[in-house]
């Protein structure tokens, strides 16, 4: 570069353009412009504009960590080497897959063969109240639960349904029984 400095402890003090293959230390005083080389090194930066970046950020000791830019206006996330979130350039989003054809606006695809919960809701106190889910046989469920986890109401498309406690209503905000057991009450304002 033009201008360089070096003093008697190992300092180098460059006005210009300087260009390195690999610098390791602390960038001090005002440094404008690019900075380009093999590698840089260093504890913290701060930075008032963009910063360009290829493809990755990579977590440090941990290589298979990272947020990925693949293609245009996509961002992605992966731990493990694998791609567990994904935001398509029209809003998609994508949980551990990236299939983008025909996908719905949220798309979450279940990692394991057993019915296990795609989605799950849970209260203020961290317990569990609903969700849904889909085993590999294609059998979906849609449950709500207690405070406890008891199921209280489970609808799935094998045929195993069910609602505990309380009263049912169809075309009625209020369902009432015929008796003291749960009830099924079928309201309609006309007939055939």
């Not at 799935?156 to 209020?174: A, F, H, K, Q, V």
Request: aromatic share 8%.
């Amino acid at each position: 570069g033009s201008g360089v400095t070096l003093s008697p402890d190992g300092d180098i003090f460059a006005t210009g353009v300087t260009t390195s293959t690999t610098f390791v230390g602390a960038l001090t005083g005002n440094v404008t412009g690019n900075i380009s080389g093999g590698t840089v090194a260093g504890s913290t930066g701060t930075f008032t504009g963009d910063v360009d970046i290829a493809d990755k950020i990579i977590h440090t000791g941990d290589t298979n960590t990272a947020i990925r830019f693949p293609s245009a206006d996509t961002i992605t996330a992966e731990t493990g080497g694998t791609e567990r979130f994904r935001i398509t350039s029209d809003g998609k989003v994508s949980v551990n897959h990236s299939a983008t054809s025909g996908m719905a606006p949220l798309s979450v695809k279940n990692t394991d063969d057993s019915n296990i919960n795609v989605f799950e809701v849970y209260n203020d106190n961290g317990n569990r109240n609903g969700g849904f889910s889909q085993a590999s046989d294609g059998d979906g469920s849609i449950f709500s639960t207690t405070d406890g986890g008891t199921i209280k109401v489970f609808f799935r498309t094998d045929n195993d349904s069910y609602l505990t406690g309380g009263n049912l209503g169809l075309g009625i905000n209020n369902p009432t029984a015929a008796s003291s057991e749960t009830a099924l009450h079928i309201y309609a304002n006309e007939y055939p």
